[in-house]
């Protein structure tokens, strides 16, 4: 049964970067049938998709998000990490890795990691 | 980029039908999914595709979809049901994924 597990600080100061890992168990990450990609939600608030990526390192961010986000892929360690650079109050929420379906046809995330809170504060 | 809407909160009696609508132009192109999520808890796929159900979900679960208008129906609602449901797919035209604003169900 695959698993995903978050990492990284709950607490990030403002204007740092927001660094979180994700692990994958029981499972490949170098399959060609998934993406793997990071969602968050905001306390109180919706879900966001962060963006994707593919085990040979082909990545898809969210427009308002892009410029400040990079996602890598460590195939070796069967982990894929976020990177949220300038961070401020409003990326305080619950970041989730999560694995889905290559198709971009059928957008379905079928497996979730617990979520991991971060909070952006002085 | 394209939006989905949904309507924020649905209520249901026990034992009834619910269905929770999800709105938007990319939904005439690309399938929609749905997911269940109770609080404090990570979400879960209930519903994929045409009208896919992962292992384990109940088979009150179902999806179908119309023009621009994708639908998740429970019959025969459950207290264990009472959830917040989102809805997501691809955005139009471009290798982007979106979530909808998400519907609170209660089951009364």
């Known amino acids: 049964q695959l698993q995903l597990q978050e990492s990284g600080p709950g607490l990030v100061k403002p204007s740092e970067t927001l660094s979180l890992t994700c692990t994958v168990s029981g499972g490949s ?18 879900l966001e998709w962060i963006g994707s990526i593919y085990y040979s390192g082909s ?23 976020l990177k949220l650079r300038s961070a401020t109050a409003a990326d305080t929420a ?29 | 980029s394209s939006e989905l809407t949904q309507d924020p909160a649905v209520s249901v009696a026990l034992g009834q039908t619910v269905r929770i609508t999800c ?38 679960f179902s999806g179908s979809s119309s023009g621009n208008t994708a639908s998740l129906t429970i019959t025969g609602a459950q207290a264990e049901d009472e959830a917040d449901y989102y809805c997501n ?4 035209g ?11 169900l209660t089951v009364l």
């Open chain 1, 29 to 46: 990450i170098s399959s060609s049938s998934y993406y793997w990609g990071w969602i968050r939600q905001p306390p109180g608030k919706g």
């Open chain 1, 59 to 81: 990545t898809y961010y969210n427009p308002s998000l892009q410029s400040r986000v990079t996602i890598s892929v460590d195939t070796s360690k069967k982990q894929f990490s």
């Open chain 1, 94 to 122: 619950v970041y989730y890795c999560a694995r889905r379906s290559s198709s971009w046809y059928l957008i379905a995330f079928d497996i979730w990691g617990q979520g991991t809170m971060v909070t952006v504060s002085s």
């Open chain 2, 23 to 60: 709105q938007g132009d990319s939904l005439g192109s690309y399938y929609a999914s749905w997911y269940q999520q109770k609080p404090g808890q990570a979400p879960v796929l209930v519903i994929y595709g045409k009208n896919n159900r992962p292992s384990g979900i109940p088979d009150r």
């Open chain 2, 89 to 92: 797919s691809r955005d139009s």
């Open chain 2, 94 to 104: 471009v290798n982007h994924v979106i979530f909808g604003g998400g519907t609170k």
